[in-house]
């Protein structure tokens, strides 16, 4: 018997606002509280709460932490500042996306890594398999922590107006902490970690609190931001949101055998560093000729090429395959993410989606589909 | 305000309200809160004939694609295109505004669900 699906910090919140459900990795996470459309518009135009808690958290302690992480994942983490935030990946030996990751340098001799709910003990596991020579301390801290993101354009004020939200001296004010950045906070006496970082293409923050302060906070944020248009937003908007903003999803532009370059991020691996990290010599060697790439189609009209969905060339071959498609809510035509044959791969070429029968012309683009204004 | 009482129902989520030889075809609240706010719709030709059980159009909203099936045997006499061209309607007024095709029939199809069998098939 499969196991019941994990319930937040905040499910019995969830519940109380009428949020429809849906299982996500393992647990059960707010799909929807009233429209997914209207969510995604308001994050678009003034903010939304997310609970992102099924995310995993694992903390990496100890005086060579950076050195660390620099021979375990992609990316060279022993450059991060403190209190700064870096994308990054875990590779296989293949060359191939474990997790992609966000990470954090919370203090000297510490990081917090950042994982996907669905990969989060796989995660944690390579990192605990090499923390020994590097004498450093691997720990899922994940149960402990609740994870709210509040996204948007008045995210910022809203934070600022939070009741019982109150900036560590000395760290960076909300108004001072850039993108990619964090800074430290109390609520309830206990420490909350704020990044300022997301998944929507909007300004916005993500808060690292206290599982036993998530009900509480959750409703000071609410409080606070109800009169400036905050809505609480479930996944649907969230995978529109992060699809417009050319963000990638794991299981779907990332996975165990496609090599970051295929995805468009050869820029994340850090080939200019000098340790040797799992992955490094296939990135190194390169994608296989011919190999898939991943581009942006726009349509025209309503119908959505969807995951899975066949891109034809304009003579009907088979060149590749969405990986995700939606009607655009903010740009009301359709797009989708999709990897294609390299010769198809070039901006303005017109190709077809098979939406179940129908060929839908599209054309290359490339990702975002949608940028906020600065 | 539509009676739901005295609607019909199908074990696909539709409703069927019978007026003479033509059904007036929706799909169900549950339905359409199940799939999401419906971005797209595409129904049936006027005129054509369609065949009971079988699908005759399509429901989309943002995450999933929805199939619509005739509930009966018969010929499309009229379609929503008020609703084609504003698919939101099919959340907003899934009984009212939100009907997606009238079809003239001869016989209604057994197996037909009442407004009780209905919620208890979708658990309300």
Not at chain 1, 54 to 81: C, K, N, P, Q, Y
Not at chain 1, 176 to 190: I, L
Not at chain 2, 14 to 27: K, L, P, Q
Not at chain 2, 71 to 78: A, F, H, T, Y
């Amino acid at each position: 018997m499969p196991d019941l699906p994990r319930s937040s910090p905040l499910g019995d919140i969830h519940v109380a606002l009428g949020a429809a459900f849906t299982d996500f990795a393992g647990w059960s996470m707010p799909v929807k509280y009233s429209s997914d459309l209207a969510e995604h518009h308001a994050i678009r135009n003034a903010a939304g709460i997310f609970d992102i808690s099924h995310m995993g958290e694992i903390a990496v302690r100890g005086l060579r932490a950076g050195e660390f992480l620099d021979a375990t994942l992609a990316g060279r983490l022993s450059a991060l500042d403190l209190m700064q935030a870096k994308y990054t990946l875990l590779l296989n030996e293949r060359g191939g996306v474990v997790d992609d990751l966000i990470v954090y340098r919370n203090g000297e001799a510490e990081y917090l890594v950042v994982a996907n709910a669905s990969n989060r003990d796989v995660v944690a596991e390579v990192l605990r398999a090499g923390a020994v020579p590097f004498d450093v301390s691997v720990t899922d801290v994940s149960d402990g922590i609740a994870l709210i993101a509040v996204q948007g354009p008045r995210a910022q004020e809203i934070l600022e107006r939070t009741a019982g939200l109150e900036i560590v001296a000395g760290q960076a004010s909300l108004a001072e902490v850039r993108y990619y950045r964090a800074t430290a906070a109390t609520f309830a006496e206990r420490n909350v970690f704020i990044g300022r970082t997301g998944y929507t293409g909007e300004d916005g923050f993500e808060l690292y609190a206290d599982v036993r302060d998530a009900a509480a906070l959750w409703s000071a944020l609410t409080v606070a931001g109800a009169p400036l248009g905050l809505v609480p937003a479930g996944l649907a908007c969230r995978d529109t949101l992060r699809l417009e903003a050319g963000m990638p999803l794991y299981g779907h532009e990332l996975g165990a055998d496609l090599l970051p370059v295929q995805a468009g991020l050869g820029r994340v691996v850090a080939l200019t560093k000098d340790t040797d990290f799992p992955g490094r010599a296939a990135v190194e060697a390169g994608a296989p000729a011919g190999s898939r790439v991943l581009v942006g189609l726009v349509a025209e009209g309503r119908r959505a090429g969807r995951a899975g969905y066949a891109v034809l060339s304009a003579d009907g071959e088979p060149v590749g395959e969405i990986t995700s498609g939606a009607l655009s809510p903010t740009l009301g035509h359709p797009i989708a993410l999709a990897y294609v044959d390299p010769d198809s791969s070039t901006v303005g070429t017109s190709l077809a989606i098979d939406v179940r029968g129908s060929r839908i012309p599209a054309t290359v683009t490339t990702p975002p589909f949608y940028s906020r204004k600065k | 305000m539509t009676d739901l009482t005295t609607l019909h129902y199908t074990t696909e989520h539709e409703w069927i309200a019978v007026d003479g030889d033509v059904a007036t075809v929706g799909i169900t609240d549950f339905a359409a809160d199940k799939l999401g706010d419906v971005v797209f719709v595409e129904l049936p030709e006027v005129g054509g004939s369609v065949t009971g059980g079988t699908v005759v159009g399509e429901i989309e909203s943002t995450k999933s694609v929805g199939e619509l099936y005739a509930p009966v045997d018969g010929e499309v006499v009229e379609t929503n295109q008020t609703v084609v061209d504003d698919p939101s309607l099919v959340n907003s007024d899934p009984f009212g505004e939100g009907w997606l095709v009238k079809v003239r029939f001869t016989a209604l199809p057994d197996g037909l669900l009442d407004r009780d069998a209905y919620t208890t098939l979708v658990g309300e």
